[in-house]
């Protein structure tokens, strides 16, 4: 028997989601140390002081189940956002989050609408469902929010948009938000997926938790993993209206946040100089990032999140180069991008080990 004939059809075509390659792996092919990893857009500050001490305090209970509703980090959540605990569904990092919503409203006869150059997992779930992806192409390598209204259809289930998106950086602005989200009807689900919301300045960033009254069809995602530096722990989580948040609650898996990530995600909200320090080491470096592409004539495409997308021709092979000197980059070819690469914004000693090896592969070329 030829087990694929078993399978759902959405699942055949599917390749595995490529994360960035892990430091170990790297040092196991190559045999070397001292890697720089500047591929997942990881905090590389650490873990926050008052997340590591919740978490070693949490250890005592390991050989219990966490509490499967979350109620303190959702109590904490509803405080810093003046929602209700009730308008919150938390997940397995935010991608967990999108997967619930998938399996929730989307469908084999559904559409699913998204940017060429976004998040891939929304290509991921439309297809392992078995429903339509309606790819709209991008415009100044960002969300082109007119052509995506102009692809809606009468099986349109969703419409996912990142902001700020991955892996482009680019980002919309809160009067073209909320003029999209006046035209959308409202049997279509709007996707919002902020889980670079903390990089933005605070003074341009929408605060979109507070339209979820306004507009029923919104679910605004966030995340702990990246300015909140809680990546290893995956704790994610969506903003929605309640009676929303009561059918994702329904298909979320019983104990999908451990109790480690519980714990730590509820103390790091507190610790403002951690999220402080990170957006402000994030906003210097990306200035020397940007400086160094401009003076090597590499171009750039300009970022609100915590990495960069450059162009560099054959990106593939500057990938290889990069690595072979103990740089690990993103290639983005999968987006869509085959001659970019995609920098997370690293520290300041990480970021200079980047240029000195980019130094020595353009001066191969």
Known sequence: ????????????????YQPGKPVEELERELGISDIVKLASNENPLGLSPKAKAAIEQATAELTRYPDANGFYLKQKLAERWSVNPAQ????????????????????????????????????????????????????????????????????????????????????LPTDALKAFLDKVPANILVVLDEAYYEYVEADVRAESHQWLAQYPNLIVSRTFSKAYGLAGLRVGYALTSEAMADLLNRVREPFNCNSLALAAATAVLDDAEYLAAGIELNNTEMARLEQYFTERKLPFIPS??????????????????????????????????????????????????????????????
Request: with cysteine.
């Open 1 to 16: 028997m030829d087990i694929k004939t078993l399978a759902n059809q959405g699942v055949l075509g599917l390749h595995p």
């Open 88 to 171: 919150i569904t938390l997940g397995n990092g935010s991608n967990e989050v999108l997967e619930i919503l998938f399996r929730t409203f989307v469908s084999a006869d559904s559409e699913v609408i998204y940017d060429q150059h976004a998040f891939i997992v929304y290509a991921l779930l439309t297809q392992s469902i078995g429903a339509k992806a309606v790819p709209v192409a991008s415009k100044a390598w960002g969300h082109d929010l007119e052509g995506m209204l102009a692809s809606i259809t009468d099986k349109t289930r969703m419409i996912c948009v990142a902001n700020p998106n991955n892996p482009t950086g680019t980002f």
């Open 304 to 365: 609100t999140g915590n990495f960069i997308a450059v162009e560099v021709g054959d990106a593939g092979a500057v990938y290889e180069a990069l690595l072979q000197q103990g740089v690990i980059v993103r290639p983005v070819a999968g987006y869509g991008m085959p001659n970019h690469l995609r920098v997370s914004i690293g520290t300041q000693a990480e970021n200079t080990r980047f240029m000195a090896a980019m130094d020595v592969v353009l001066a191969h070329r």
